[in-house]
Each structure stands twice: as structure tokens, then as C-alpha cells.
């Protein structure tokens, strides 16, 4: 049975360590497991007043997109100890109508990269919360960090290895979780 997975990630620059990171585990994934990313370039900054019949076709795509997959992936800079704007903005869309969002229910893993020691393992815990407040399900287990991302990822690619054996066992365990949340 396929899986559907959906990949976001919390940097917009193209030479992204994070986008390199969580496109590497795109493309590492056993082929039952598909996990297309959806580009948060072209979501607003959170307005309410266009919430709801007013909402923009891309917070519009973006929730579908949570709302149509089993599992949800982030993976995300810290920015000065904390979560990206990019992908808290993200969230605050997606994380509407409050007790029933596409959100909902939805498990995740979160994953940061980070050029320094800690690999943005602080941001997680905002990360988090602010999925915990949108009624997600943010696995618990061994955090997913990549540090010193300067040095493991090249061309766009995560090369260490480690890393990606990492990051397959913690998509294990995303599995194992969605299997749990639909009863399978
Ligand atoms: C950073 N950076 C950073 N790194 C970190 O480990 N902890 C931090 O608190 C911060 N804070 C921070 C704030 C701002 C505004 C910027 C622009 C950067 C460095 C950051 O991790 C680095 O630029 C990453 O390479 C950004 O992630 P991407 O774009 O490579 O995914």
C-alpha cells in the first residue's frame, strides 16, 4: 500500500541546506513511500481577514496538499533559536479553521539543519509546539538534526550517509505512526 507523505520546507533560498536535505530524503525513500515537497515561496503572510472565502489559491493548494497526505515532513533552519517565519506562516494558514484543520490529527516529523553544532535542534521545540497547538501529531523520538550542513551537503545533496540513515528510521517510525492514527 502506498504511502503519501508531503515535504515542507522552512528556507526559500535556493541553495538551501534544508531544501537539500529533505529533497535527499525524497529521493532516498523505498518507492511505496512518495513525498512530494510544496514550495512555500508563494504563501502570503498570514492575513485573517482572507481567511476563508477570500483565502489565496496557494494557502488554498497548500492546505489540500496537508489535507490529501498521511504523514507530514518539515524540515527547517532556526532562525536566532526559534522556528522560520516561512514555515510558521505556513502553519498559522494551514492551521485553520482551529479545531479542524487539514492539520488535524496529521503525524509529522520534524527535522532542522543547521551549518553549526547544535544543527537548529532549538528550533524544534517551537516546531513543535506549534504543532501540537494545531492538533498535529509531532512524533516522539530522537530528534532529526543535521549539523554542520555546510560540510554534508554538495550540489544540492546531503552526502553523509549517517544522516540519511537517520532520517530513514525516523520515516520508520512516521510510518509506524500513521499506520497507529488510521487503525491499520
Ligand atoms: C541564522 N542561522 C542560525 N543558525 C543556527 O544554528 N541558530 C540560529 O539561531 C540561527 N539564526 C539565524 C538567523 C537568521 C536571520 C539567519 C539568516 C540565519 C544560520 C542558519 O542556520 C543558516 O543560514 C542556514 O544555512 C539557513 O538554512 P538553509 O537556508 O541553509 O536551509
Redesign the pocket.
Known amino acids: 500500500q502506498p504511502i503519501k507523505l508531503l515535504g515542507l520546507?522552512?528556507?526559500l533560498?535556493k541553495?538551501?541546506?534544508?531544501?537539500a536535505v529533505i529533497r535527499t530524503l525524497a529521493e532516498s525513500l523505498p518507492g511505496h513511500i512518495h513525498m512530494p515537497l510544496f514550495p512555500l515561496h508563494d504563501i502570503p503572510p498570514y492575513n485573517a481577514d482572507l481567511d476563508g472565502d477570500l483565502c489565496p489559491d496557494e494557502v488554498r493548494k497548500l492546505k489540500q496538499a496537508i489535507g490529501d497526505c498521511q504523514g507530514l515532513v518539515l524540515c527547517?533552519?532556526?532562525?536566532?533559536?526559534?522556528i522560520s517565519g516561512v514555515l510558521k506562516n505556513a502553519l498559522d494558514w494551514a492551521s485553520r479553521p482551529s479545531m479542524n484543520s487539514p492539520l488535524k490529527g496529521k503525524p509529522a516529523l520534524i527535522m532542522t539543519?543547521?551549518?553549526?553544532f547544535?544543527?537548529?535542534v532549538?528550533?524544534q521545540v517551537q516546531i513543535r509546539e506549534t504543532l501540537t497547538a494545531c492538533l498535529s501529531r509531532p512524533l516522539n523520538r530522537a530528534q532529526v538534526v543535521v549539523n554542520h550542513?555546510?560540510d554534508k551537503v554538495k550540489d544540492g545533496k546531503l552526502t553523509d550517509q549517517p544522516s540519511i540513515d537517520f532520517m530513514l528510521a525516523a520515516i520508520d517510525d512516521l510510518v509506524a505512526e500513521i499506520r497507529l492514527v488510521e487503525g491499520a
Request: glycine residues 14%; contains cysteine; hydrophobic residues 20%.
Open positions: 520546507c522552512g528556507s533560498r541553495a538551501s541546506n534544508s531544501l527547517s533552519p532556526e532562525y536566532n533559536y526559534g539543519s543547521s551549518p553549526s547544535a544543527g537548529g532549538r528550533a550542513a555546510n
